[in-house]
């Protein structure tokens, strides 16, 4: 398989878009290089006494639009270009919700499930610590992405408050309830990603009651997505996570999947489903499939025998260019990631702003108002779409790059 860079595939995506905003090059040359990237060394010691080092990283890649915002991800695949694409995609994510924020993202290349709490907090603080001076409520907001939990973005903000003397809840969002989150931001990905797709299906006439929906991956998106979705009267039919998938023709319980996957903390052994591959699971009998795990879950072998009429983009580039063109080739619909996903992302923007308050929202106005972003921005692209004779994902990068654009040149290049 070719090898090519995550962040070179998120910009031919960027290019599509441009080429149809007739962006002039020296547009595109500013949009298509990250404003800052950082790459530096945690040293930290292990329960056993012995000393590690891992790497961090923290890419802010644009700030036109306010400071800049995204995840960190602790995972063993994170790389500088994995984290420099992820921070392009949250540039057009915050801007095509039009949220008024840039766009960041952060990792450390390791294996959670390898460390002790303890090591898990050391590695997190030491992270923090060589933040401090770069991130902030004004300057880039940092949040839970692959692997990072509320309890992470607790330590990283009394890291930050620590350094800076001052509570200061603002510095990342995503944190627990008692320290300054908000209601509604642990479901949130996975609302907004339902929200998008009942709103696609009320479009395309299908009944959330004859929907059958396969959902990859079962982390903080994938398993709120099938319990909303569940709850909306589909059946979910297949999910999946790293032991593999577990397909239902007649529909999984979500609850004892979750419950399950609490008690062994995988899905390894859950009785509510056949056994099968992740790629059986793409490519099997269903009407939505979410994929809601890493990049490029998609491949053009895969793509070319996906059973889906709509595709909802629950993860972040799990579609690679040449599987983009497949689908729009056999008519599946597809809701991009920079859409789908903002849920997360729009929440957080709310617990900043009830940060910076310092008055809390009660739940039901938390989902009332995401629910109204996201739906406003989605039928907005949906009408791009229609006008130009474009896919949805060439229509949401063309709003966010209308967005980013215009704010960039009413602010003009300081030098
Ligand atoms: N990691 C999430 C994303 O990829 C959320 C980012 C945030 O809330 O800042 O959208």
Not at 325 to 337: A, K, L
Not at 358 to 377: H, I, M, P, Q, S
Request: proline content about 5%; aromatic content about 8%.
């Amino acid at each position: 398989m070719r090898e090519v860079s995550v962040f070179g595939d998120a910009i031919a995506y960027f290019n599509e878009a441009a080429d149809l905003l007739e962006l002039d090059a020296g547009m595109r040359r500013i949009l298509t290089h990250p404003s800052r990237q950082i790459i530096f060394s945690i040293p930290f010691q292990r329960d056993s006494g012995e000393f590690e080092v891992y790497t961090g990283y923290r890419v802010q890649y644009n700030f036109a639009r306010g400071p800049a915002k995204g995840g960190i991800r602790y995972h063993p695949g994170v790389t500088l270009d994995e984290v420099t694409a992820l921070a392009f995609w949250m540039t057009w994510k915050c801007a095509v919700v039009d949220l008024p924020f840039g766009g960041a993202k952060g990792g450390v290349t390791c294996d959670p499930s390898t460390l002790s709490s303890n090591e898990l907090e050391r590695i997190t603080r030491r992270y923090a610590a060589e933040l401090v001076e770069i991130v902030g409520p004004d300057k880039d907001v940092p949040a839970p992405d692959v692997n990072t939990t509320p309890q992470v973005m607790a330590w990283f903000m009394d890291t930050y408050s620590m350094h800076v003397r001052q509570n200061m809840p603002g510095v990342v969002t995503g944190k627990p309830l008692e320290i300054g989150g908000s209601r509604g931001r642990v479901e949130a990905t996975g609302r907004g990603v339902t929200i998008c797709a009942l709103d696609e299906m009320a479009e395309m006439g299908l009944q959330p009651e004859e929907a059958r929906i396969a959902i990859q991956g079962f982390g903080n998106v994938g398993r709120y997505a099938a319990k909303l979705f569940e709850e909306r009267g589909c059946r979910i039919v297949a999910i999946s996570d790293i032991t593999g998938a577990y397909y239902n023709e007649s529909g999984i319980f979500i609850n004892a999947a979750i419950e399950h996957a609490a008690k062994v903390g995988t899905l390894e052994g859950f009785k509510g489903g056949e056994k099968m591959t992740n790629l059986e699971l793409l490519t099997g009998p269903c009407d939505v499939l979410v994929p809601a795990a890493l990049e490029k879950a998609f491949t053009p072998e895969s793509a070319a025998k996906v059973q889906a009429k709509l595709i909802v983009e629950g993860a972040n580039g799990p579609t690679t260019p040449e599987a983009d063109r497949i689908f729009r080739e056999r008519g599946i619909v597809v809701i991009p990631d920079i859409m789908a996903n903002a849920g997360g992302v729009t929440v957080s923007y709310f617990e900043w702003a009830q940060d910076r308050m310092g008055f809390f929202w009660k739940e039901a106005e938390v989902n009332e108002r995401l629910e109204d972003f996201l739906l406003t921005n989605l039928r907005q692209i949906r009408a791009i779409a229609k006008l130009r004779g474009a896919t949805l994902r060439t229509a949401a990068y063309t709003l966010a790059i209308d967005r980013v654009v215009k704010a960039l040149k009413l602010r003009g290049i300081y030098a």
